[in-house]
């Protein structure tokens, strides 16, 4: 293992070799260097030295770590892997006196996680100067000092270490004092003035010398004292201390004026040369305002707070010195005892935040640091989470916790998490602290749109405007921003044929739909939509509903009548026998409606008559009867005008003529052209009589035969009125059904048509009974001359038949007479 050391010629190789066991033994890896180096300077490269990839220090995040709020002194390259000078670095301020100065740091590394122990061994220069503690020396000797006699001086004080301490004194020439260089138990060195030659206070009363204290640097400091020498009586006899080396221990923390120890000095000297009075010797600052000392009684007392995390022990020089100026000293040793007053703290490295919430059990999602300044058990932390969150703590190496989650998060369910994580040492009483953490958790889209209902039912009135609103559809999301944000649309699908589009539309944002067209009810009622809701997450989740879309009715069409055909059309003449009774079924007039439900249900009125009272109309059924008995004084044509009205709101009607013939007799049919054709024009007139004339004989015979049946038949009054009137099947569309109880047709009779003209002049209709006793449809006359071998079939049981045929014949002779 390598590392950079500096090289300065006062090393030694003693201190080099130190150096090489400290690293091995102490830290993964060490350098050596000197102190007051430049910010910036290269101390080694560690990532060479621990066998690091230098391309990932950067993406692990590497850096140094200090314990506590110490400064971070060096700082790592994380492209080249070299340890640079952070800040400036004084051994004297770091480690004072102390033979070694090693600073303790570390380097972390993430991805996984590395911790490395890095020794940073201060080497001392020679950057500071002898110094006396004062700028003058007393000293008071008597003239009968003995020549040998010795006098110890100050010792200077350098605050560099080893060679560059104070290594030589040198006294300024004179006749009286000589210099005498001398070691201590600390191995510092000190002076003592010899005398040389005896004093003589009558000559000399006064000496001043100079003293300088050299180091041993390259190039060397020097400081000076100057020695003021005062001749005086004898006084031979410095103060003695009971102990050399006092030692003591002292809480830390201990309350001010707390009294550490009392040293004791003796003096055989009497009266004032025998008073010893004591003090501080050669102590820093900081140990000055730690500590002070009684100057009579010896008493050390506390200053200001001890504090163990700063020094584990401290060492006191105190100086003992009579009135004459002679001095001794002695060393007190002070061991700081540890007290728990440090609480651990909670240090957060890393923190990732927001956690996706798929994130998978066991993720780090954080790494703690907890340190205690204490020592022994009071810094042995442990780490805990008190709440129940799904995340716990793993410890990892030294100190070092990771925070992994334990279970599935949910943002649906919690979004935000405050972790507090509680630190405890083993002291006592133990200490603790808290410190919380806000982690939050990222939206993943894991939850699809979901509809409020399972499908919707949307009425909607026909004949609505395009554009108005049919329903809304709404989808939740849980989800968060673009996750949750749901957009609708229809599924493709086709109605009728034609695209759903066509008959509705969706906001995409609101779910509102919207008709696109106006709907008609008779031709559509009902349609289903399928509404897509979708988010906007990557990739997105949809769902889909189910709209059904029922069209309702409204009162939007008026009935229409299918028979008789209404004014404007060809009319229709129906033949009243002048026997019909009260009651008699005379013509039914049929009418439809496209809308449905009560809009279809018809109410048939009679609106004018020819005769009142003499025929009523079912105002369900649409049956025209008559109400009473015809009389002779009855006008033979009859006119019907009807009116068909439904039941909507507000209610739509319709109005049609029946016309009606009262006769018994074929022969006065002719008199229907008057009754049909009253505004007819003169050439209908003449072509009329043309054809009555050519046929009157063939009509003649037809009505003879005629009269001879009806005389026969028994049942005279109810020749014709037996079936129900015949309707021609031209006149029932194909898209009309009979609805059940609206009123329109009866299952009970059935309309067939026996004959019609199809011509401008006339248009006559025969009511038939479609019985087993009546023609079936097939069996219609044609519009061909009526053989008389049709009369053949003409016996009792058949009469019937065969009187209507005889009528149908004759009929179609006039038909076509009147065609012509």
């Not at 740091?105 to 950057?127: A, R, S, W």
């Not at 300024?172 to 210099?179: G, S």
């Not at 209902?453 to 559809?473: D, F, I, L, P, T």
């Not at 016309?659 to 054709?677: G, H, Q, R, T, V």
């Amino acid at each position: 293992m390598e590392g950079k050391r500096f090289s300065a010629a006062a090393l030694t190789l003693g201190f080099c070799l130190f150096v090489v066991a400290a690293r091995s033994a102490f830290g993964d890896v060490s350098y050596s260097f000197p102190e007051e180096m430049k910010r910036g300077s290269v101390i080694g490269n560690v990532a060479k030295d621990l066998g690091l990839d230098v391309n990932r220090l950067s993406a692990r995040k590497a850096r140094i770590d200090t314990e506590g709020n110490r400064k971070r002194y060096c700082d790592i390259n994380v492209n080249t892997g070299e340890l640079t000078v952070a800040e400036r670095i004084d051994r004297e301020a770091l480690c004072e006196k102390k033979a070694s100065c090693i600073l303790t740091q570390e380097l972390v590394l993430e991805n996984p996680l590395e911790l490395h122990k890095v020794l940073f061994i201060i080497g001392d220069v020679n950057d500071n100067s002898p110094r006396f503690e004062t700028d003058l020396i007393d000293l008071e000797i008597l003239e009968s000092t003995a020549k040998g006699a010795v006098f110890l001086l100050d010792e200077a004080v350098d605050a560099d270490i080893g060679q560059n301490s104070v290594q030589s004194y040198s006294l300024q020439t004179n006749q009286h004092f000589i210099l005498n260089v001398k070691s201590n138990m600390d191995g510092g060195k000190y002076g003592e003035l010899v005398l040389d030659k005896e004093l003589d206070r009558e000559q000399q009363q006064e000496l001043t010398l100079t003293l300088t204290a050299v180091d041993g640097g390259t190039p060397p400091r020097s400081g000076t004292v100057v020695i003021h020498v005062t001749v005086l009586d004898a006084n031979d006899n410095a103060p003695v201390f009971s102990q050399s080396v006092y030692k003591v221990s002292l809480p830390e923390n201990s309350p001010l004026n707390t009294v550490v120890l009392t040293v004791s000095a003796t003096d055989a000297d009497e009266g004032v040369n025998g008073k010893v009075t004591y003090a501080l010797g050669h102590v820093s600052k900081r140990v000055d305002e730690l500590f002070s000392i009684d100057a009579h009684s010896g008493e050390v007392t506390v200053r200001s707070s001890i504090d163990f995390e700063e020094d584990t022990k401290i060492e006191l020089k105190i100086l003992a010195k009579d009135a004459s100026g002679l001095k001794s000293y002695c060393k007190v040793i002070i061991e700081i005892i540890d007290v728990n007053d440090n609480a651990p703290v909670i240090v957060i490295k890393t923190l990732h935040s927001p956690v996706p919430e798929n994130a998978a059990p066991g993720t780090e999602v954080g790494i703690i640091n907890v340190q205690d300044r204490d020592s022994e058990n009071n810094q042995k932390v442990h780490c805990s989470i008190q709440q129940s969150v799904p995340f716990k703590l793993v410890p990892s190496i030294k100190n070092y916790y990771s925070l992994v989650t334990t279970g599935e998060l949910d943002r649906e369910l919690v979004s935000d998490y405050n972790i507090t994580i509680t630190a405890s040492d083993e002291g006592s009483p133990p200490l603790s602290s808290s410190k919380t953490l806000h982690l939050s958790v990222a939206d993943v889209n894991d939850n699809p749109p979901v509809f409020e209902e399972q499908s919707y039912s949307a009425h909607v009135k026909e004949n609505n405007k395009a554009g108005s609103s049919v329903c809304r559809v709404a989808a939740r999301d849980p989800d968060w921003r673009q996750n949750g944000t749901v957009v609708y649309s229809l599924s493709p699908s086709d109605v009728s044929g034609a695209p759903v589009s066509s008959f509705v539309s969706i906001n995409g944002d609101t779910g509102v739909l919207h008709a696109v067209r106006s709907f008609d009810y008779e031709q559509l009622k009902s349609f289903k939509v399928l509404v897509l809701a979708r988010d906007n997450g990557s990739p997105p989740l949809s769902s889909n509903v189910s709209v059904s879309v029922w069209i309702s009715d409204e009162n939007d069409n008026s009935p229409q009548i299918l028979y008789p055909s209404p004014e404007g059309h060809s009319f229709m003449t129906e033949m009243v026998p002048k026997a019909a009774q009260s009651g008699s079924l005379v013509s039914k007039v049929i009418a439809v409606d496209a809308d449905s439900g009560q809009n279809a249900w018809l109410s048939y009125h009679m609106v004018k008559a020819t005769e009142p009272g003499l025929f009523t109309i079912g105002e369900h059924s649409g049956e025209i009867r008559t109400q009473r008995d015809i009389s002779e004084s009855d006008h033979m044509k009859q006119n019907l005008v009807l009116s068909v009205r439904d039941n909507g709101q507000p209610s739509l009607s319709v109005t049609c003529t029946v016309y009606l013939l009262i006769s018994d007799n074929l022969a006065e049919l002719p008199e229907l052209k008057d009754m049909s054709y009253e505004e007819s024009s003169s050439k209908l007139t003449f072509y009329l009589i043309i054809a009555l004339v050519s046929v009157s004989t063939f009509f003649l015979t037809f009505i003879i035969i005629v009269l001879a049946v009806r005389f026969c038949h028994r049942r005279k009054s109810r020749l014709l009125f037996d079936g129900a009137v015949a309707i021609p099947s031209a006149y029932l569309p194909p898209n009309y059904a009979e609805v059940e109880g609206a009123g329109t047709l009866r299952s009970s009779y059935n309309y067939d048509a026996y004959l019609t003209t199809g011509s401008r002049t006339s248009d006559f209709k025969f009511i038939t009974s479609y019985s087993d006793r009546t023609l079936p449809a097939d069996l219609t006359l044609k519009k061909t001359h009526a053989s008389v071998e049709d009369l053949e079939g003409f016996d009792g049981a058949g009469h019937d038949s065969q009187v209507r045929c005889l009528l149908m014949n004759c009929v179609v002779i006039f038909s076509f007479s009147v065609k012509f």
